[in-house]
C-alpha cells in the first residue's frame, strides 16, 4: 500500500488501482462472451468485480475501523466471487487460458492487497 501519509483519496490505495485494472479486464474479456450470456454471466461478472472497487471505496469513507473491515470483506467476498465465475468461463471456452491465467494473476494480486487492508485495519 502507499505511504498512509499520501493517502487521500481511495483512488491512492493500490488495492483499488489493481482492483480496477481487474474490472478493465473482465468488462474487455466479458465483450467476448456468446450473447446467451448478455443477461447472465456477463452481468453477474460485471456487478461483482465492480463490487470490489465499489466497496474499496466506501470502505475506505468509513471513519470506525469495524466498518472499513465490513466493508473490505465484502469486496473480498465479491472477489472471490468472481473467481468462481472465471472458472466457469474457462470451462465453457468463453475465455482461452491464456486470458484466463492474466486475470486470475491479477485477482490473486487484488486478493493480497485487500488482505493487507483488512490486517491492517485489525493491527491498529
Given at each position: 500500500?502507499?505511504?498512509?501519509a499520501k493517502i487521500k483519496s481511495f483512488t491512492d490505495l493500490n488495492?483499488?488501482?489493481?482492483?480496477?485494472?481487474?474490472?478493465?479486464?473482465?468488462?474487455?474479456a466479458?465483450?467476448?462472451f456468446p450473447k446467451k450470456e448478455i443477461f447472465?454471466?456477463?452481468?453477474?461478472?460485471?456487478r461483482a468485480v465492480i463490487s470490489i472497487t465499489?466497496?474499496?471505496?466506501e470502505g475506505f469513507s468509513r471513519q470506525t475501523g469495524k466498518e472499513k473491515y465490513q466493508f473490505y470483506s465484502i469486496?473480498?467476498?465479491?472477489?472471490?466471487e468472481i473467481q468462481n465465475q472465471l472458472l466457469?468461463?474457462?470451462?465453457?471456452?468463453y475465455i482461452d487460458l491464456k486470458e484466463f491465467s492474466q486475470i486470475a494473476t491479477?485477482?490473486?494480486?487484488?486478493?493480497?492487497l485487500i488482505t493487507g487492508l483488512k490486517k491492517s485495519i485489525r493491527n491498529a
Open positions: 500500500m502507499a505511504d498512509k488495492a483499488w488501482r489493481e482492483g480496477h485494472k481487474l474490472v478493465l479486464m473482465v468488462y474487455e466479458t465483450d467476448k447472465c454471466l456477463v452481468i453477474q461478472m460485471r465499489s466497496n474499496i471505496a469486496a473480498h467476498g465479491s472477489l472471490t466457469i468461463a474457462r470451462d465453457l471456452k491479477q485477482s490473486a494480486i487484488v486478493h493480497k
